[in-house]
Each structure stands twice: as structure tokens, then as C-alpha cells.
């Protein structure tokens, strides 16, 4: 059985486009190199035309690129004379696409001579997985529009996307895309609605600086301490504004990662600085409003702490024991996540309640409401049937797991999983 491809061959023909345009922080060809690292590709060729000249990109450190030149005017046929005198499977794909993940996870694990269309009616695309001596002869084809959008990674349906950047209208595109390609579906109302144009606002500014996701992280750490003590010195309208203001940030930091391909071991810590500054909040306003004459708000907001600790305590524990997060194993608990008591919707309820003069209602509410919602969590949790779901067949996920059993002759990957139906 020939093995799956640990190489690559980008083209960039003559009448390409840029590959050294920026999109989303990144020109094209950075993004594809680092893409391809990510798919366990880090061994490329870069095979270019006499006439275009392009900057040596920034690679990942595990990534070695070889520079070829071809007077062929054909992408293939570049492609091909770039495969001369080598061997082993190779991916070929044009340095002026915007390719989707999933995509390149399924020509990696391809084993039959793989090309690609955007409908099933479409000429083929510069993207594929061939033997060395058959380069632009594919015997099996994915199409793009009949792939599943599932994507476990986002909870829920994402498009696949494969696009060619040649002009500015296809750079705006682009940028919408790759803003939607990394926008997370299962999320609470105010994420859903008011967070969005305001993060992509944010984040189409400083994605082309040098801003990492890891300083966004501790500039919302800091923020997020200042909303603590603005609540425990009683600055309860200002604290609430600066409040909604962590919130965007902290999608800011995950988007940004996701976008420019920068996510590192050191942005897991985040989770843990949310939950301690966020039950710092719940903290002060109790001390808070127990000093001003609601001695029972202390007791209400170490409850407030308890159940949300107790919550995530039931999302970690579910998700290593049946490998799915607790909101993707009941539909209605996806619908239940708009509403359910989480940081977001807690601050917009403080909102009205702390502006216009009524903190202590506002906050029982939301201390009541967290009550709710770690019962529901923990109910489902409990009620949930201990057999594991595995992702489906054709999740991109499965595949590459499947691809290292493989690799070691464990376990044969089908190759009409990867054929589409018809």
C-alpha cells in the first residue's frame, strides 16, 4: 500500500496571483506553509517561474523549503518537472489559494492519485495528491461543495472554503472567509450577536502588526483585575463597561491565534486566568453589596464562585470521559448555551441593573441563574449514556488519527471514504 504524502510541491506560475499578499495577517504562502507544518508536511518545494521573483517567506521551524525554477508555463507541468528525479507521494497545490484545513487533512491521508474541483462540473484546481510520475492525472476527485461542514474543532457546520486570491475583490473575500473559518458556532447570545462586528472590527486592525495573541491575553487579564476592584470600590457602571470590553478581548486573543496560525501551549493558560479573575468579579460585588446593606450578597457570591467552579468541573469531566463537549451531546443543551449562566450573559444582565441603580436585583438574579444552570449541566451530565460517540467517518479529525494507524500498519484508510457519493 503506498503511504500518504509527507511532501509538498506549491507552484506559483506566471499568471498566479501574489502569493506575497497579505491576508488575515499572513501573505498567502506563509499561511500555506504553515498549514501544511500543521498537516505533518514540512518538507516543500517551491517551484516558480523565471518572471516572478518572491521574498523568502517566514517559516515554521520544522519546515524545510527548496526553491526550483521551471520556464513551463502550465502549473502541472511545472509541478511535474519539479517532481523529476524525485519519489514518494507529493501534494501539489497553487501558492495563490486560500485552502481550507479539513481540505488539506484529506489529500494528506489520500492514497489513490487525488484531485480537486470546486463543484463536480468544474475544471480542476492547482490542488491535489499524486505519485511523482503522475502529477495532474487524478483517478479520484474531491469536490469541494459536497463535503461535509461539520467541523468539531468550531461545534458546528463550517463551510469548506477554497479559494483562488488574485485581485482585491478576492483579497476582501479573503478576509471574510478566513473571519468566518474561525469563528466558533455553539456560543452564548452576546457572542452571538454583539461580539462578532466588533472583534473582527479589532481584529482586521492589528492582525497585520506584530500584536500576538499572547499580549491581547494579558492585557485582558490586567483588564479583567481592574473590573474586580472597580466592583469592590463600588464603580459598579464602570466596571460593567469594562467588563464588556474583556469580553471582546477575550475573543480577540483565541481569533487572533486561530487566524494567524500562532496558537502555543502558553495560550491554554488563559482559560485559567478567565476563571480566576471572572470569580473575582462575583467576589467583590458580594463584598460590595454586603457592605452597602445586603449582608446576604457575600454568601450569594461565593455561591455564585461554587457554581461555576462545579460547572466547569462537569465540562471537564465529561469531555475526558466521553471525548465531546458537554454541549454537543444533547441538542437541546445547544440551544440551552444562548442563555445558559456563562460570563457573557452575567455581565449583560449586571448591565441595566448596575446603570440605572438596581445592582443588588440584578445580581441575585444572575447568582439564581447560575444555580439553574449547574443543575441542568450536571443533570444532563449524569443522565448522559456512558458509551463514547466517535467522530463521524468523515470528520478531518478521525482521518488524521486513522493516518497514523496506518502509517504503523495498523489500519488500512478506505479509499472510498474520501471519494465523494455519485
Known sequence: MTLPPVRAIVVCSASSGDPTQEVGGLTLLERLIRQLSDAGICEVVLVTSPVREIAAPVLPASTTVTRRRSDAGDPWA???EAAQGLSGRWLVVGADYLVDDRLLQRLSAATEDTGVRRRRSDPAEVL??????????????????????????????????????????????AWSVLLDHIEKRTKDLP????????????????????????????????????????????????????????????????KLARLKRATTPQGEIEHVLDFFYENSWYLALGSHLSAAG??????????????????????????????????????????????????????????????????????????????VTVAVHVAVALATPPAVTEPPEDDPERQASRLVATAEGQMPLAPERLRPSG
Request: charged share 20%.
Open 78 to 80: 511545472m509541478a511535474g
Open 128 to 173: 491535489g495528491t499524486f505519485s511523482a510520475g503522475t502529477i495532474g492525472r487524478p483517478v479520484e476527485w474531491l469536490v469541494v461543495d459536497e463535503l461535509p461542514t461539520y467541523w468539531r474543532a468550531r461545534r458546528g457546520e463550517v463551510p469548506v472554503h477554497l479559494l483562488r486570491v488574485r485581485s482585491a475583490d478576492d483579497r476582501a473575500r
Open 191 to 254: 457572542a452571538e450577536w454583539f461580539d462578532p462586528p466588533v472583534e473582527n472590527w479589532v481584529l482586521r486592525r492589528i492582525a497585520p502588526t506584530a500584536v500576538t495573541p499572547n499580549q491581547v491575553t494579558v492585557l485582558t487579564g490586567v483588564l479583567g483585575f481592574v473590573v474586580t476592584w472597580c466592583f469592590w470600590s463600588g464603580r459598579l457602571a464602570s466596571g460593567v463597561l469594562l467588563a464588556i470590553a474583556v469580553e471582546v478581548l477575550d475573543g480577540v486573543d483565541g
Open 294 to 371: 445586603a449582608p446576604w450578597a457575600w454568601p450569594a457570591g461565593i455561591a455564585f464562585t461554587a457554581f461555576d467552579l462545579i460547572d466547569n468541573l462537569a465540562y471537564l469531566l465529561f469531555e475526558r470521559r466521553y471525548g465531546r463537549p458537554l454541549e454537543e451531546s444533547w441538542p437541546f443543551l445547544r440551544r440551552f448555551r444562548l442563555v445558559a449562566g456563562r460570563r457573557n450573559v452575567y455581565v449583560w444582565t449586571f448591565l441595566p441593573g448596575f446603570l440605572l441603580g438596581f445592582p443588588r436585583v440584578v445580581f441575585a438574579l444572575a447568582a439564581c441563574w447560575a444555580g
